[in-house]
């Protein structure tokens, strides 16, 4: 089974802060996203990785940022934390070209007080 | 990009009932997902359905691509059912519709 892990179910953090969101999958797959997902918006991707160091923009990039050192790990980082990225923080792969299908985390929920 | 429209968006059913969700598509595409998502917040992949029909159980799929939409039925619904159904369609990125909340009543 494909497992896609994500470091915490639940986040509190202040604003100004800078925050990292962890997703590692264990199948080796070569493509990474992240979601996110707010009530009557759905859900909308902020970025999306091809492959290891390569990075593509999504719908709302404003205010992230992300990072794929390794290709089991792609990494969504909050430069300064504000209180309109409280949200749930969705992590999804997929195996390459051949198949889009997508496996998705646990989600983080995370709060900016 | 692709609009993806869901449809009813909200429903509510007695235990042991039949649904019929539906998933509208405006450009034809090659991927499609169905998703379920749990109390807890995490997407469950139901199916994945660029075309043709799949089964798993009390859940079935069926996805027309030349007419642009995808049809997931629930048959003999649990409460375990309840929760947001999602159909996702990758173009260059994955889009998902707004989802349909399904509660089912004992």
């Known amino acids: 089974d494909v497992k896609v892990t994500q470091s915490s179910r639940y986040l509190v953090k202040r604003t100004g802060e800078k925050v990292f969101l962890e997703c590692v999958q264990d199948m080796d797959h070569e493509n990474m996203f992240w979601y996110r997902q707010d009530p009557g918006l759905g859900l909308r991707l902020i970025y999306f990785s091809y492959d290891v160091k390569m990075k593509e923009k999504g719908d709302i990039p404003e205010g992230y940022s992300v990072s794929r050192e390794k290709k089991e790990r792609f990494s969504l980082i909050l430069e300064s934390a504000s209180t309109n990225q409280t949200s749930m923080y969705l992590c999804?792969?997929?195996?390459?070209?051949?198949?889009?299908?997508?496996?998705f985390g646990p989600g983080t929920r995370l709060t900016v007080t | 990009g692709i609009q993806v429209e869901q449809s009813p968006p909200d429903l509510i059913l007695q235990e042991g009932a039949n649904s019929t969700l539906r998933c509208n598509f405006s450009d034809s595409v090659n991927n499609l997902q169905w998703f379920h998502q749990n109390p807890w917040g995490q997407l469950i992949n139901l199916f994945y359905i660029p075309s043709g029909t799949k089964q798993n159980g009390r859940l079935s799929a069926t996805t027309v691509a030349t007419e642009r939409y995808s049809l997931l039925y629930i048959s003999s619904s649990q409460t375990t059912d309840s929760g947001v159904y999602f159909c996702g369609l990758v173009d260059n990125d994955m889009r998902f519709g707004a989802g349909t909340r399904l509660t089912v009543k004992p």
């Open positions: 999804a792969s997929s195996p390459g070209q051949a198949t889009y299908e997508q496996y």
